[in-house]
T-cell receptor
Framework: DVKVTQSSRYLVKRTGEKVFLECVQD?????MFWYRQDPGLGLRLIYF???????EKGDIPEGYSVSREKKERFSLILESASTNQTSMYLCASRLTGGHRGAFFGQGTRLTVV | EDQVTQSPEALRLQEGESSSLNCSYT??????LFWYRQDPGKGPEFLFTLYSAGEEKEKERLKATLTKKESFLHITAPKPEDSATYLCAVQAGSNTGKLIFGQGTTLQVKP
């Protein structure tokens, strides 16, 4: 099965810090995604990438940037962390038209204090 | 605008009490509808893919169905281990593989 690995399960950062969340997938998927999940709001798409060095904004890109220098790795960057970015962050990957939809990592619970 | 709405937000059942979860969608050109299960503190896990109206998929006590406007996840004689959040997602007409998720339904099954 596809494995999507996020670099951290739990992170605590201070307001104003630059934060890097890393995600690696091992099945050569073209598409990779970063979502954040908050109670009552479901999964909201931050950014996605459909190829190396290609990216598109999702529904809530403000305060975030991404990097995809290699096909297997997709990084989410919080330029200056704020308390309203405290959330669960989920990375996913999928083949375009893949029958199983997206494969998800285990999530990173980020707390900004 | 492409949109996915799930109802109810939360559902409490007694063990053995069958019910259904709803996923309503408005998308321009449905390319697939996906159901996921998510346990607390974990990432979502894939359950089913549905492509066209009238299609049905089954797995143990779960059965997913699809119409032109909505999908149902039927849970027959649930057990406490079925307690989880169930997420619905759609892929619209683009080729990028982007999925749009609903808010989820949190199911609690009491023994």
């Amino acid at each position: 099965d596809v494995k999507v690995t996020q670099s951290s399960r739990y992170l605590v950062k201070r307001t104003g810090e630059k934060v890097f969340l890393e995600c690696v997938q091992d099945m050569d998927h073209e598409n990779m995604f970063w979502y954040r999940q908050d109670p009552g709001l479901g999964l909201r798409l931050i950014y996605f990438s459909y190829d190396v060095k290609m990216k598109e904004k999702g529904d809530i890109p403000e305060g975030y940037s991404v990097s995809r220098e290699k096909k297997e790795r997709f990084s989410l960057i919080l330029e200056s962390a704020s308390t309203n970015q405290t959330s669960m962050y989920l990375c996913a990957s999928r083949l375009t038209g893949g029958h199983r939809g997206a494969f998800f990592g285990q999530g990173t619970r980020l707390t900004v204090v | 605008e492409d949109q996915v709405t799930q109802s109810p937000e939360a559902l409490r059942l007694q063990e053995g009490e069958s019910s259904s979860l709803n996923c309503s969608y408005t998308v321009s050109g449905l390319r697939g509808l996906f159901w996921y299960r998510q346990d607390p503190g974990k990432g979502p896990e894939f359950l089913f893919t549905l492509y066209s109206a009238g299609e049905e998929k089954e797995k143990e006590r779960l059965k997913a169905t699809l119409t032109k406007k909505e999908s149902f996840l039927h849970i027959t004689a649930p057990k406490p281990e079925d307690s989880a959040t169930y997420l619905c997602a759609v892929q619209a007409g683009s080729n990028t593989g982007k999925l749009i998720f609903g808010q989820g339904t949190t199911l609690q099954v009491k023994p």
